[in-house]
């Protein structure tokens, strides 16, 4: 546990969130390297499937970053990217893993600051719930 | 189309326990549009089912396959070549579906994924309602197209009766009345004469009363 390092999936947004990480990157934000963006066109177009494929291949969080509410490139995405969101997270307590594990966050294309502190607290917070229950049961019946 | 819901995980999970291979069949009619039973519900509900076992230190082999029907014997019979290489069958079809595949693999338990719930329209992006109960002898046609037997509570045929407040049911203010709506349709066709004919009681044998019930076409047979 001392030395976990989780795993996050985030997918970003390709108008907002990624913009967003562009521009921490640009202003030099750094922020934790456990953060594996994947890009898609409207954070709308995130279905609960790819939530939980990633949570069943290794992901200790995910998270869905879109653009601020109102500011959907395509009007609404962000909004439907909630409700999965939603879902995901009711489905994971049907099944006793933590759904804080899954979040949704919003910024605009200039929050460079904003997308680096969200990948900081949401690693923080990964951190402290520990890995993902589903993986670590399995390395440790592997081990035993 | 049929309607379904997905039954609770915990439920599944106990259905699926005693086995190891599991193959998760869906469908690609009623329940793929009522989002419940398709490609993506299926693979959704395996996610969900491998990572409910692999916190008890046990992986599933769960093969994913959705058929074009789980209703007719010739889509179902596309598992003939999986089905030995699963333990148990776990059907995310409407009940038809289910029972269509246990009973031509005789041989392998099968079990209902979802809880199939009615014959309904879609009112808007994932919203489903009640529209028909089959009721074997339809009376739309003299209800302006709509039907007190699947929408009105009592299924009264010569309705509304004294529970309908301000166009709502009184089980509940989410439910329209359905003789208002009849009403009202009926007014706006400029037909409400109609209104005034008594239905005479039902002949309730067409419908489950009347026993399970089949379709025979002899020029198809």
Same mark, same amino acid.
């Given at each position: 546990?001392?030395?976990?390092?989780?795993?996050?999936?985030?997918?970003?947004?390709?108008?907002?969130?990624?913009?967003?990480?562009?521009?921490?990157?640009?202003?030099?934000?750094?922020?934790?390297?456990?953060?594996?963006?994947?890009?898609?066109?409207?954070?709308?177009?995130?279905?609960?499937?790819?939530?939980?494929?990633?949570?069943?291949?290794?992901?200790?969080?995910?998270?869905?970053?879109?653009?601020?509410?109102?500011?959907?490139?395509?009007?609404?995405?962000?909004?439907?990217?909630?409700?999965?969101?939603?879902?995901?997270?009711?489905?994971?307590?049907?099944?006793?893993?933590?759904?804080?594990?899954?979040?949704?966050?919003?910024?605009?294309?200039?929050?460079?600051?904003?997308?680096?502190?969200?990948?900081?607290?949401?690693?923080?917070?990964?951190?402290?719930?520990?890995?993902?229950?589903?993986?670590?049961?399995?390395?440790?019946?592997?081990?035993? | 189309?049929?309607?379904?819901?997905?039954?609770?995980?915990?439920?599944?999970?106990?259905? #699926?326990? !005693?086995?190891?291979?599991?193959?998760?069949? @869906?469908?690609? /009619?009623?329940?793929? +549009?009522? *989002?419940?039973?398709?490609?993506?519900?299926?693979?959704?509900?395996?996610?969900?089912?491998?990572?409910?076992?692999?916190?008890?230190?046990?992986?599933?082999?769960?093969?994913?396959?959705?058929?074009?029907?789980?209703?007719?014997?010739?889509?179902?019979?596309?598992?003939?070549?999986?089905?030995?290489?699963?333990?148990?069958?776990?059907?995310?079809?409407?009940?038809?579906?289910?029972?269509?595949?246990?009973?031509?693999?005789?041989?392998?338990? #099968?079990? !209902?994924?979802?809880?199939?719930?009615?014959? @309904?329209?879609? /009112?808007?992006?994932? +919203?489903? *309602?009640?529209?028909?109960?089959?009721?074997?002898?339809?009376?739309?046609?003299?209800?302006?197209?709509?039907?007190?037997?699947?929408?009105?509570?009592?299924?009264?045929?010569?309705?509304?009766?004294?529970?309908?407040?301000?166009?709502?049911?009184?089980?509940?203010?989410?439910?329209?009345?359905?003789?208002?709506?009849?009403?009202?349709?009926?007014?706006?066709?400029?037909?409400?004469?109609?209104?005034?004919?008594?239905?005479?009681?039902?002949?309730?044998?067409?419908?489950?009363?009347?026993?399970?019930?089949?379709?025979?076409?002899?020029?198809? +047979?």
């Amino acid at each position: 546990m001392k030395d976990f390092e989780p795993v996050i999936v985030a997918f970003c947004c390709h108008y907002c969130a990624y913009t967003a990480a562009d521009m921490a990157g640009s202003k030099r934000i750094a922020y934790p390297a456990n953060v594996k963006i994947i890009r898609v066109p409207c954070s709308g177009k995130v279905d609960t499937i790819h939530i939980m494929k990633a949570l069943e291949n290794g992901a200790d969080g995910v998270y869905v970053a879109g653009c601020l509410e109102g500011d959907c490139h395509f009007k609404n995405g962000n909004l439907r990217a909630l409700q999965r969101v939603k879902q995901v997270q009711a489905l994971l307590e049907e099944i006793c893993i933590e759904p804080e594990r899954v979040e949704m966050v919003t910024m605009s294309a200039g929050m460079g600051e904003r997308f680096a502190k969200a990948a900081f607290e949401i690693t923080e917070k990964i951190r402290k719930l520990g890995p993902n229950p589903s993986k670590a049961a399995m390395e440790k019946a592997k081990a035993a | 189309m049929i309607t379904a819901e997905r039954k609770p995980m915990e439920e599944i999970i106990a259905s #699926v326990r !005693p086995y190891n291979r599991i193959l998760l069949v @869906g469908c690609n /009619e009623c329940v793929t +549009v009522c *989002a419940a039973g398709g490609r993506k519900e299926v693979g959704i509900l395996s996610s969900a089912l491998q990572m409910a076992f692999m916190q008890e230190g046990k992986t599933l082999d769960i093969k994913e396959l959705t058929l074009e029907r789980q209703c007719d014997p010739e889509y179902v019979e596309e598992l003939v070549t999986v089905i030995d290489q699963a333990d148990a069958v776990l059907s995310m079809a409407c009940g038809c579906g289910v029972q269509e595949v246990a009973r031509r693999y005789k041989d392998k338990p #099968v079990y !209902p994924a979802l809880n199939t719930k009615f014959m @309904g329209a879609s /009112e808007r992006q994932g +919203v489903w *309602a009640e529209r028909c109960q089959g009721c074997g002898d339809c009376i739309l046609g003299l209800t302006g197209g709509i039907c007190p037997v699947a929408r009105c509570s009592k299924r009264l045929l010569n309705g509304p009766c004294g529970g309908s407040t301000a166009g709502k049911c009184e089980i509940s203010q989410d439910v329209d009345c359905v003789w208002q709506l009849i009403w009202d349709r009926m007014k706006a066709l400029g037909i409400e004469n109609r209104y005034e004919e008594v239905m005479m009681a039902k002949d309730w044998r067409s419908s489950r009363d009347g026993g399970p019930r089949k379709i025979i076409r002899e020029d198809l +047979v």
